[in-house]
């Protein structure tokens, strides 16, 4: 084996500090070469090895009665009923996204696409969390162009619906930026693959694209923080090819469906490395490799960079034996490479043969398994007091809606998604826009309700509650359009743990995270972390971004956000009185102000007004419902009225604080005159406040004499993004 | 009415149409894969949407020159219906089954979204469920939809009532705002001379459910089967 002495620059440069370095001499009893060491970096970047953070994930509620599997696999898997299964996760493209805005994000969609068809599941819904910059900085309209551009050229190409997600602004994401990707897919329970190698002799199967030397240790880019020359990171950023993939799902689908796969993993961060060794790893196998053998897209390329390059749109499998020539006849028919790279052995050891020499030897499970965990150092985070609604200024509230509705975080996203193609595979039931996108389950009449939330501003001022919020928005979304809420993903995205205040708001957001999936009875089944999201020291707000999946047993009871009529009565469900303004949307954007403590979550409060308002909703009770978030109450109702095109009359509510307050786990609801009574009996048995509080009718929202006309209320809440998109930079 | 829909590479409407079809059939689609050009008997071959081949060329034009497309070409001569839909009018445009181009939105811009259509012929076996004149809404999912011809093939195609569709406001106006794409006119879709093909880029199969928010597209698929039968 050639062995050019390892330099302390090269470990620098790959990523490891000297603890890790000694480690890995300790692991070998010797010096690694290069390739070796190559490997190492990636295995044990922050990236794949969750070193930072696998101490507190740990803690998190995984399983339920419904759940097939948890974390640890591509994806997470839950039962849906009728013998098919849900698989379904979110991952972060932060990094490469902020380089190069468009590849960076196509390429985080392809990405979370072939993990979770890669479990045998077709994508049918594609959702995401984009979090930009303030809008006057001079990035800002770049990446946003870029950022949605991409996602819409790889997702539109592929033909997998973008349903729904949210784009949220603020000063904290001005250099880093963040672009969370979720895919949701459906298998039958019966046709499940997981990654798991076994079977000495075996044959390591590469279809897909081939290996160029694009991505190369975009793992450890991904792990480290950034500075003034990121910008020269442009070549670690792979460039993404939809229709491949494309390709490569029908190609995978179609070989699923025979019995010739034993285990299979997409090539995802630090590609062949992290495939191979995982997959051997979980089944306890050892692997050799001839690295000739790897199709490439470019001429001299070497084990070192075929190990570590992150090319887009590849997959490992391992074959049962003698099933090769039904894969690459499947392969051959999709125009995609298929080649025979190796096979596995009862050894524990990867080996890499390139033109018959060995150029690496490393035992599998140190790598894979033993990797670095640490316990960082963390303190809590301060708490704010609470802000009394007497000391924030009050204004009137035509004036404050007005300012709201049009901000940049409460303008409409139509902008955004009709770039996306919300359409495609004819079962969107519910578009972009509402609570949750709802999609069908092809060919039955139920559907999948997913929504994905956090509110940074929340977990920055309390980690534990702004961690709890999280999940609770978006089972209250969940259960806004009559879905159960049954799972998460969750997508982890905080500055540089090495800091004990950034360490101190992963484990107080984890813990939110985790008493509201207690709570809630809705585990986590999959996720990604994604830490030092910070340039020159300056981190992000704490963004625990979560995506959250229910089921509609019955579609025909799928609720919806707009006022269907006039005469309806509208009705206030949960938590009566309130009127919490700290941290809130109004005194961010009417006070320019951000403090105070967030609105706590009362779990069993969210929890027996969310299963009333489901219940009504299941009854037929209802005309319309819209939970209550950023904006509060009064936002709600002007979202209801613009998206119904019908008005309202309010009554008994006033005040700033009670029209626009954040308090937590409530909902706005209509229904008609004959129901009324049935619909208030029910909230009395079920122990839930209910307030009346106006009527639907007329052409503008009108409360204690004022009125605004939705018309001035559309031209501003749907003027703001394309207004601000078209301005010359 | 025996039906079949093409499958490129990249086809990514193809199983969408599949389903629409077979709602207003009762039967099983035909699924022609594109290098067949020994199909099956058809009434009614349909060339969906997607990115046929990647379109990392000019859209439609390497999947004007596949396999399958030759076949296709002379089966319409013979009369076999052909309806191309967004990616499939991009192809049988470059096929040359339709007159005109599909350029860029002028916008610049992929748009996804429902638009008002006017039917501006109902005298054909895909629009005999409309009205001349009536106003269907059907969605749009496209970034190439700009349809472009020169002033005297529109003169013709209109003199020849070969318009099938106008973008239009839900009143029927034919506006500039009605318009998503900068499309000559305000063309969505076009017949062939005999009316025996058409290209549109509207998806009448993803309005064609109740479920889907709509169905105004299901007429289409209905007259197409009355028609066929």
Same mark, same amino acid.
């Given at each position: 084996?050639?062995?050019?002495?390892?330099?302390?620059?090269?470990?620098?440069?790959?990523?490891?500090?000297?603890?890790?370095?000694?480690?890995?001499?300790?692991?070998?009893? /010797?010096?690694?070469?290069?390739?070796?060491?190559?490997?190492?970096?990636?295995?044990?970047?922050?990236?794949?090895?969750?070193?930072?953070?696998?101490?507190?994930?740990?803690?998190?509620?995984?399983?339920?009665?419904?759940?097939?599997?948890?974390?640890?696999?591509?994806?997470?898997?839950?039962?849906?009923?009728?013998?098919?299964?849900?698989?379904?996760?979110?991952?972060?493209?932060?990094?490469?996204?902020?380089?190069?805005?468009?590849?960076?994000?196509?390429?985080?969609?392809?990405?979370?696409?072939?993990?979770?068809?890669?479990?045998?599941?077709?994508?049918?819904?594609?959702?995401?969390?984009?979090?930009?910059?303030?809008?006057?900085?001079?990035?800002?309209?770049?990446?946003?162009?870029?950022?949605?551009?991409?996602?819409?050229?790889?997702?539109?190409?592929?033909?997998?619906?973008? @349903?729904?997600?949210?784009?949220?602004?603020?000063?904290?994401?001005?250099?880093?930026?963040?672009?969370?990707?979720?895919?949701?897919?459906?298998?039958?329970?019966?046709?499940?693959?997981?990654?798991?190698?076994?079977?000495?002799?075996?044959?390591?199967?590469?279809?897909?694209?081939?290996?160029?030397?694009?991505?190369?240790?975009?793992?450890?880019?991904?792990?480290?923080?950034?500075?003034?020359?990121?910008?020269?990171?442009?070549?670690?950023?792979?460039?993404?090819?939809?229709?491949?993939?494309?390709?490569?799902?029908?190609?995978?689908?179609?070989?699923?469906?025979?019995?010739?796969?034993?285990?299979?993993?997409?090539?995802?961060?630090?590609?062949?490395?992290?495939?191979?060794?995982?997959?051997?790893?979980?089944?306890?196998?050892?692997?050799?490799?001839?690295?000739?053998?790897?199709?490439?897209?470019?001429?001299?390329?070497?084990?070192?960079?075929?190990?570590?390059?992150?090319?887009?749109?590849?997959?490992?499998?391992?074959?049962?034996?003698?099933?090769?020539?039904?894969?690459?006849?499947?392969?051959?028919?999709?125009?995609?490479?298929?080649?025979?790279?190796?096979?596995?052995?009862?050894?524990?050891?990867?080996?890499?043969?390139?033109?018959?020499?060995?150029?690496?030897?490393?035992?599998?499970?140190?790598?894979?398994?033993?990797?670095?965990?640490?316990? /960082?150092?963390?303190?809590?985070?301060?708490?704010?007091?609470?802000?009394?609604?007497?000391?924030?200024?009050?204004?009137?509230?035509?004036?404050?809606?007005?300012?709201?509705?049009?901000?940049?975080?409460?303008?409409?996203?139509?902008? @955004?998604?009709?770039?996306?193609?919300?359409?495609?595979?004819?079962?969107?039931?519910?578009?972009?826009?509402?609570?949750?996108?709802?999609?069908?389950?092809?060919?039955?009449?139920?559907?999948?309700?997913?929504?994905?939330?956090?509110?940074?501003?929340?977990?920055?001022?309390?980690?534990?509650?702004?961690?709890?919020?999280?999940?609770?928005?978006?089972?209250?979304?969940?259960?806004?359009?009559?879905?159960?809420?049954?799972?998460?993903?969750?997508?982890?995205?905080?500055?540089?743990?090495?800091?004990?205040?950034?360490?101190?708001?992963? @484990?107080?957001?984890?813990?939110?995270?985790?008493?509201?999936?207690? $709570?809630?009875?809705?585990? +986590?089944?999959?996720?990604?972390?994604?830490?030092?999201?910070?340039?020159?020291?300056?981190?992000?707000?704490?963004?625990?971004?979560?995506?959250?999946?229910?089921?509609?047993?019955?579609?025909?009871?799928?609720?919806?956000?707009?006022?269907?009529?006039?005469?309806?009565?509208?009705?206030?469900?949960?938590?009566?009185?309130?009127?919490?303004?700290?941290?809130?949307?109004?005194?961010?954007?009417?006070? $320019?102000?951000?403090?105070?403590?967030?609105?706590?979550?009362?779990?069993?409060?969210?929890?027996?007004?969310?299963?009333?308002?489901?219940?009504?909703?299941?009854?037929?009770?209802?005309?319309?419902?819209?939970?209550?978030?950023?904006?509060?109450?009064?936002?709600?109702?002007?979202?209801?009225?613009?998206?119904?095109?019908?008005?309202?009359?309010?009554?008994?509510?006033?005040?700033?604080?009670?029209?626009?307050?954040?308090?937590?786990?409530?909902?706005?609801?209509?229904?008609?005159?004959?129901?009324?009574?049935?619909?208030?009996?029910?909230?009395?048995?079920?122990?839930?406040?209910?307030?009346?509080?106006?009527?639907? $009718?007329?052409?503008?929202?009108?409360?204690?004499?004022?009125? +605004?006309?939705?018309?001035?209320?559309?031209?501003?809440?749907?003027?703001?993004?394309?207004?601000?998109?078209?301005?010359?930079? | 009415?025996?039906?079949?829909?093409?499958?490129?590479?990249?086809?990514?409407?193809?199983?969408?149409?599949?389903?629409?079809?077979?709602?207003?059939?009762?039967?099983?689609?035909?699924?022609?894969?594109?290098?067949?050009?020994?199909?099956?008997?058809?009434?009614?071959?349909?060339?969906?949407?997607?990115?046929?081949?990647?379109?990392?060329?000019?859209?439609?034009?390497?999947?004007?020159?596949?396999?399958?497309?030759?076949?296709?070409?002379? =089966?319409?001569?013979?009369?076999?219906?052909?309806?191309?839909?967004?990616?499939?009018?991009?192809?049988?445009?470059?096929?040359?089954?339709?007159?005109?181009?599909?350029?860029?939105?002028?916008?610049?811009?992929?748009?996804?979204?429902?638009?008002?259509?006017?039917?501006?012929?109902?005298?054909?076996?895909?629009?005999?469920?409309?009205?001349?004149?009536?106003?269907?809404?059907?969605?749009?999912?496209?970034?190439?939809?700009?349809?472009?011809?020169?002033?005297?093939?529109?003169?013709?195609?209109?003199?020849?009532?070969?318009?099938?569709? =106008?973008?239009? !406001?839900? !009143?029927?106006?034919?506006?500039?705002?009605?318009?998503?794409?900068?499309?000559?006119?305000?063309?969505?879709?076009?017949?062939?001379?005999?009316? !025996?093909?058409?290209?549109?880029?509207?998806?009448?199969? =993803?309005?064609?459910?109740?479920?889907?928010?709509? !169905?105004?597209?299901?007429?289409?698929?209905?007259?197409?089967?009355?028609?066929?039968?």
């Amino acid at each position: 084996m050639t062995t050019a002495k390892i330099t302390a620059a090269d470990i620098k440069t790959h990523g490891l500090s000297n603890d890790e370095y000694k480690k890995i001499l300790e692991v070998l009893g /010797r010096e690694p070469n290069l390739v070796e060491l190559g490997i190492f970096s990636v295995m044990w970047s922050e990236h794949c090895s969750y070193k930072s953070s696998k101490k507190w994930l740990k803690t998190l509620p995984t399983t339920a009665p419904w759940v097939i599997c948890g974390p640890g696999e591509n994806a997470g898997v839950i039962d849906i009923g009728e013998g098919l299964a849900a698989i379904f996760k979110m991952e972060s493209h932060n990094h490469p996204s902020f380089i190069e805005p468009y590849q960076g994000a196509a390429t985080g969609v392809g990405g979370i696409l072939r993990d979770v068809f890669t479990m045998g599941a077709r994508p049918i819904a594609n959702m995401n969390a984009l979090r930009f910059g303030s809008p006057d900085h001079p990035k800002t309209r770049h990446l946003v162009s870029g950022v949605v551009a991409g996602i819409a050229g790889y997702g539109n190409c592929v033909g997998v619906p973008t @349903v729904g997600g949210e784009v949220n602004f603020h000063a904290s994401y001005n250099g880093n930026i963040l672009v969370n990707a979720m895919t949701v897919g459906l298998a039958k329970q019966d046709k499940i693959f997981y990654s798991a190698a076994a079977g000495a002799g075996n044959p390591v199967v590469y279809v897909g694209s081939k290996t160029g030397r694009d991505g190369i240790h975009g793992a450890t880019m991904a792990s480290a923080e950034f500075d003034a020359n990121s910008e020269e990171k442009r070549p670690t950023v792979q460039v993404g090819d939809p229709f491949t993939e494309k390709l490569l799902i029908e190609a995978c689908m179609e070989l699923m469906a025979t019995d010739a796969i034993q285990s299979i993993q997409d090539m995802g961060a630090a590609g062949l490395t992290s495939s191979s060794f995982e997959m051997a790893s979980k089944g306890g196998m050892g692997v050799e490799l001839e690295m000739e053998k790897v199709p490439q897209r470019e001429e001299g390329m070497t084990p070192y960079e075929m190990m570590l390059s992150e090319s887009q749109e590849r997959m490992l499998i391992i074959l049962k034996p003698g099933k090769e020539d039904i894969a690459r006849a499947i392969f051959e028919k999709w125009e995609l490479d298929f080649a025979v790279i190796g096979h596995l052995t009862t050894t524990g050891r990867m080996i890499l043969k390139f033109h018959g020499e060995v150029v690496c030897d490393l035992p599998i499970d140190p790598l894979a398994q033993a990797s670095p965990e640490y316990d /960082r150092p963390w303190t809590p985070t301060r708490r704010q007091s609470i802000l009394e609604a007497k000391d924030v200024k009050d204004v009137a509230w035509p004036e404050a809606l007005k300012t709201l509705i049009g901000c940049p975080d409460l303008a409409s996203r139509k902008w @955004v998604y009709e770039q996306y193609d919300h359409m495609v595979m004819a079962d969107t039931c519910q578009r972009p826009g509402g609570d949750a996108a709802v999609v069908r389950i092809h060919g039955s009449n139920r559907g999948l309700a997913i929504s994905t939330d956090v509110t940074p501003r929340y977990v920055l001022a309390d980690p534990l509650e702004g961690g709890k919020q999280a999940v609770a928005e978006t089972w209250r979304n969940i259960t806004a359009v009559g879905g159960r809420p049954l799972a998460i993903t969750d997508n982890l995205n905080f500055g540089n743990p090495q800091k004990p205040e950034i360490m101190g708001q992963i @484990v107080e957001a984890i813990k939110g995270i985790g008493e509201a999936c207690k $709570g809630l009875d809705y585990p +986590v089944i999959s996720g990604n972390v994604s830490l030092y999201n910070e340039t020159d020291g300056n981190p992000i707000m704490p963004t625990p971004a979560i995506g959250g999946v229910g089921l509609i047993d019955n579609l025909d009871t799928m609720m919806t956000v707009p006022f269907k009529a006039e005469k309806e009565i509208i009705l206030l469900a949960g938590q009566a009185g309130g009127g919490w303004l700290g941290q809130s949307l109004y005194l961010r954007e009417i006070c $320019g102000q951000e403090k105070g403590a967030p609105p706590p979550v009362d779990l069993l409060h969210e929890r027996r007004v969310g299963d009333f308002v489901r219940s009504m909703i299941h009854g037929k009770k209802l005309t319309a419902c819209h939970d209550l978030s950023d904006g509060g109450l009064m936002v709600a109702l002007a979202e209801m009225a613009l998206s119904g095109d019908v008005g309202c009359e309010l009554k008994n509510v006033a005040g700033h604080a009670r029209l626009f307050g954040e308090d937590q786990g409530r909902y706005v609801l209509t229904v008609k005159t004959s129901d009324l009574a049935g619909v208030k009996a029910a909230a009395t048995a079920a122990n839930v406040a209910l307030e009346e509080i106006g009527a639907t $009718g007329g052409t503008a929202i009108a409360l204690n004499g004022a009125s +605004v006309a939705l018309a001035d209320l559309r031209k501003l809440h749907e003027g703001w993004f394309p207004g601000y998109m078209a301005r010359p930079a | 009415m025996r039906a079949g829909v093409v499958v490129f590479p990249g086809s990514n409407c193809d199983r969408d149409v599949a389903v629409a079809l077979s709602q207003s059939t009762g039967k099983k689609t035909a699924m022609i894969w594109h290098r067949d050009t020994d199909l099956p008997d058809l009434d009614l071959i349909v060339v969906p949407g997607g990115f046929s081949y990647g379109d990392y060329l000019r859209c439609g034009a390497m999947g004007a020159h596949s396999p399958v497309m030759q076949e296709i070409k002379r =089966r319409a001569e013979k009369g076999t219906r052909v309806l191309g839909i967004c990616n499939g009018f991009q192809i049988i445009t470059e096929a040359g089954l339709v007159p005109g181009v599909l350029m860029r939105n002028a916008g610049l811009k992929y748009v996804c979204k429902d638009v008002f259509l006017r039917v501006e012929d109902s005298q054909s076996a895909f629009t005999a469920r409309y009205n001349a004149g009536q106003i269907v809404r059907i969605p749009i999912g496209h970034g190439e939809g700009n349809y472009f011809a020169d002033d005297e093939t529109l003169d013709r195609l209109e003199g020849e009532g070969l318009v099938a569709f =106008r973008y239009a !406001t839900p !009143t029927g106006e034919i506006t500039l705002d009605a318009n998503p794409n900068g499309s000559q006119r305000n063309i969505a879709g076009v017949f062939n001379k005999s009316r !025996t093909v058409l290209g549109m880029m509207p998806h009448p199969e =993803r309005l064609s459910d109740p479920k889907l928010g709509g !169905t105004d597209g299901r007429a289409m698929f209905d007259a197409l089967v009355e028609t066929l039968a």
